[in-house]
C-alpha cells in the first residue's frame, strides 16, 4: 500500500526545517520525521540571498527525510515570508445602473481588478478582503443586494518581486516541486489564535530570529500585516559588544537574559561570568537587553493602525523564540498598556511526537506546524528500495487546484505564467469574437441599406408608371 504523508518546509534566518507528518482520523496530526540545516549562510532577515546555498539546504533536508521515511519526496509545502512582506491597502470601485442587483460576478470583477494593480518591484502574494462598502453600507456579503454604487475594499500582502523570483528558483533548481506556498504569518495565526482573539481584535507578534512579524486582526479579518527587520540575533549582538564572542552573548541572554527588570531588582555588585577570566555587570547587562528589547516592542506598536489601538479585546499573543525570554509579556504590557498578554508556546492541534524539539513547546516550531496543518496534498512518491540503478527522482505531477478557502494561499511562477497565458488567449479570443460581430454588423447595415435603396427605387417606380397610367387616361 503506498504511503502517505505530508511535507512543509520554512526558510528561517537562522535554520531551515523540513517536517513530514501524516494528519489522522481524528484530527489529530503524527509527526514521522524533522529535519534542520543552518541557513545563516543563504537567507537573511527571512529571504533567500544566495540561491546556490539554499538549493543546497533544500535538497540536504530532502534527502535526510526520504532516508528517515523510506520514500521519495515528490513535493512540498513552503511558507512564505520575510523581511520584504507588507500590506498596502486598495480600493476598487465599481458604479453600477440603477436597480442593479449584486452578482458574483460583480464581486469577482472587483477582486479581478484588485489583482491587476502593480506596485513597483513589488509582487502581490495574497489579497485578504477586508469589507465591500454597497452605497452607504459596509457588507462582508453583499450578493443579493440592490445598488448603484460598489466599493471594495482589499489588504494586499506584498513582497519584493526578486526575493518571490528567488525563493521559485531555489525549488526549481533543487527539482522538488512545490505542493502549495502559503503566506508563513497566516498560516501561523491560524494554528495558534483562538475565534475569539480574531473576532474581537489581537496583535499576533512572532519573535524570529532576525525578524518580528506583526499582523493586526479584527472581526476575523487581518487588517495588518509587517515585518520588521529586528529580532533576537540583535539583541545578542548588542551583548557582544561588551567583547565576547557571539555564541557565548547567546548564551548570556538564555540564561540571563530578562526583557523588563525593575529597578529595585538590579544588583549593582551582582556579575556575570563569560567565560572563566571575564565577567559582565548585571546592570549593564539588563541595559543592553532592554534598550533593544524596547526598541522592538515600539516598532511592533507602531504597526498597529491607530484605529484598531483601542479595539484590541483579544490582546497580544506572542510567539516564536523570542517569546521565551523572561518577562516578556510585562516588557509589553508597560509600553502598549494592553493588559491582555498571552504567550502562545504550542499550536492547537494536537501533534503526536516523540521528537524533542516539538514536545519542547517553546514556540519555534508553531510556523512549520502551522504549515504541516495546511497541506491536504499526498507529498510522497515511490518507496525507495535497495535498487542502486533507480536513481531517478519522480517527475512532481504539479499542484492541485482545489476550491474553497484558500486564504493565504501564494501563486508560484510556474502558476502565474499558466494564469496570464490563459488570460492572453482569453483576449484573444474574445477580441477575435469582437471583429467577427463587428464585420458582421457592418455587412448587417451594408444590406439594409441596399435593401433600403432598392426598395425605394422600385416605390418610386411604382408611383412613375402609376402616373403615366393616369395620364394616358
Not at 67 to 77: A, E, G, H, N, S
Request: hydrophobic share 35%; charged share 30%.
Amino acid at each position: 500500500m503506498p504511503k502517505e504523508f505530508i511535507v512543509a518546509i520554512e526558510l528561517g534566518s537562522s535554520k531551515m526545517t523540513g517536517i513530514a507528518g501524516k494528519k489522522n482520523l481524528d484530527g489529530s496530526i503524527s509527526v514521522l520525521s524533522v529535519v534542520r540545516e543552518d541557513s545563516t549562510s543563504c537567507i537573511r532577515k527571512g529571504v533567500v540571498y544566495n540561491i546556490d546555498k539554499t538549493v543546497l539546504c533544500i535538497t540536504n533536508i530532502i534527502k535526510k527525510l526520504e532516508t528517515t521515511l523510506k520514500t521519495k519526496i515528490m513535493k512540498v509545502y513552503v511558507g512564505v515570508g520575510g523581511q520584504s512582506i507588507r500590506s498596502v491597502k486598495n480600493v476598487i470601485v465599481k458604479d453600477l445602473p440603477a436597480g442593479t442587483i449584486i452578482t458574483q460576478e460583480i464581486i469577482n470583477e472587483l477582486m479581478d481588478a484588485n489583482r491587476s494593480m502593480t506596485y513597483p518591484d513589488q509582487e502581490i502574494l495574497d489579497a485578504a478582503i477586508q469589507e465591500y462598502k454597497v452605497d452607504s453600507q459596509y457588507q462582508l456579503d453583499p450578493v443579493g443586494i440592490q445598488c448603484t454604487r460598489i466599493e471594495g475594499n482589499f489588504l494586499n500582502i506584498l513582497q519584493r518581486k526578486a526575493f518571490y523570483r528567488n525563493l521559485n528558483k531555489c525549488f526549481d533548481n533543487a527539482g522538488i516541486g512545490i505542493a502549495e506556498m502559503y503566506l508563513a504569518p497566516l498560516a501561523l495565526a491560524d494554528s495558534i489564535l483562538t475565534e475569539a482573539e480574531r473576532r474581537s481584535g489581537c496583535v499576533l507578534v512572532d519573535l524570529g530570529a532576525d525578524t518580528t512579524t506583526v499582523s493586526v486582526y479584527h472581526k476575523n479579518i487581518l487588517r495588518h500585516l509587517a515585518v520588521i527587520p529586528l529580532g533576537g540575533n540583535n539583541v545578542t549582538k548588542d551583548i557582544a559588544t561588551v567583547q565576547m564572542e557571539e555564541h557565548e552573548a547567546e548564551a548570556i541572554k538564555l540564561k540571563y537574559g530578562s526583557a523588563f527588570t525593575d529597578s529595585n531588582d538590579i544588583d549593582d555588585s551582582l556579575r556575570y561570568p563569560i567565560d572563566h577570566e571575564r565577567q559582565v555587570e548585571s546592570r549593564k547587562l539588563v541595559d543592553i537587553i532592554e534598550g533593544r528589547m524596547d526598541e522592538i516592542i515600539e516598532n511592533v506598536w507602531y504597526q498597529v493602525p491607530n484605529e484598531f489601538v483601542d479595539k484590541l479585546l483579544g490582546g497580544i499573543i506572542l510567539t516564536g523564540g523570542g517569546s521565551n525570554m523572561k518577562n516578556i509579556e510585562k516588557a509589553f504590557r508597560n509600553h502598549t498598556h494592553i493588559p491582555k498578554v498571552r504567550i502562545a508556546k504550542f499550536v492547537q492541534q494536537t501533534i503526536n511526537t516523540k521528537n524533542p524539539e516539538i514536545s519542547a513547546k517553546d514556540g519555534t516550531m508553531n510556523t512549520i506546524l502551522g504549515l504541516l496543518e495546511k497541506g491536504d496534498i499526498n507529498c510522497a512518491g515511490e518507496e525507495i528500495t535497495n535498487d542502486l540503478f533507480n536513481t531517478d527522482r519522480p517527475l512532481a505531477t504539479g499542484r492541485i487546484q482545489r476550491t474553497g478557502d484558500r486564504q493565504g494561499v501564494v501563486q508560484t511562477e510556474a502558476e502565474k505564467r499558466a494564469q496570464e497565458e490563459a488570460r492572453r488567449k482569453k483576449e484573444e479570443e474574445e477580441e477575435r469574437i469582437r471583429r467577427e460581430n463587428k464585420i458582421k454588423e457592418e455587412e448587417e447595415k451594408k444590406t439594409k441599406k441596399e435593401n433600403s435603396i432598392t426598395n425605394k427605387a422600385i416605390k418610386n417606380l411604382k408611383t412613375f408608371f402609376k402616373k403615366m397610367v393616369e395620364e394616358e387616361e
